[in-house]
């Protein structure tokens, strides 16, 4: 992004880390926050939405911004709800690295409920998939074979149960 450069001017930082950048402009429009200053504040803001919606949101990238934007700026804001919508659509299973798991759990508490909601939001959709998944225990493979739904595989590092 072409204003990339002139931030790095304005914070004297040689930032090669997007998310380092997007925090000194969401703590640019905590600023103009602060001061009642509404037409900057919505300046700001525009820039921070164009320039996070061009990266991909993976918990450990965003654990510093997540945190300091879910403290310092008011929860009816738009920025908000743009890093859970967007982690929403961006982080899935191929970002399987370990440090994903470990930094989901430093997440702030509001931005974890604001993921549940969204994907209560989205169950419609799971409601046919839902009813092909078997929460039995079977006694052997070959009853669970001749069961015909989708068994639970349970990955201890992600703490969660996939269905295949
Ligand atoms: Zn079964």
Not at 14 to 19: R, S
Not at 69 to 78: A, K
Not at 82 to 93: G, T
Not at 95 to 124: G, M, W
Request: net charge negative; aromatic share 14%; charged share 25%.
């Amino acid at each position: 992004m072409e204003n990339n450069s002139a931030w790095e001017r304005i914070t004297e930082t040689e930032c090669n880390d997007p998310f380092v950048t997007s925090l000194i402009m969401a703590k640019t429009y905590s600023f103009g926050n602060r001061f009642v200053a509404p037409a900057f504040r919505r300046a700001i803001n525009d820039i921070l939405v164009r320039y996070v919606s061009t990266f991909t949101l993976i918990p450990m990238d965003i654990v510093q911004l997540t945190c300091w934007v879910f403290e310092h700026i008011p929860s009816d804001r738009p920025l908000l709800q743009l890093l859970v919508n967007q982690f929403c659509e961006d982080w899935d299973d191929y970002y399987d690295e370990e440090e994903n798991y470990d930094a989901l759990k430093l997440l702030p508490q509001a931005f974890t409920i604001r993921v549940l909601k969204r994907h209560s939001h989205s169950k419609i959709n799971r409601e046919a998939e839902a009813s092909k998944c078997c929460f039995y225990e079977h006694a052997s493979d070959e009853e669970k074979a001749s069961c015909g739904k989708s068994h639970m595989v349970y990955k201890a590092h992600e703490g969660y149960g996939y269905f295949q």
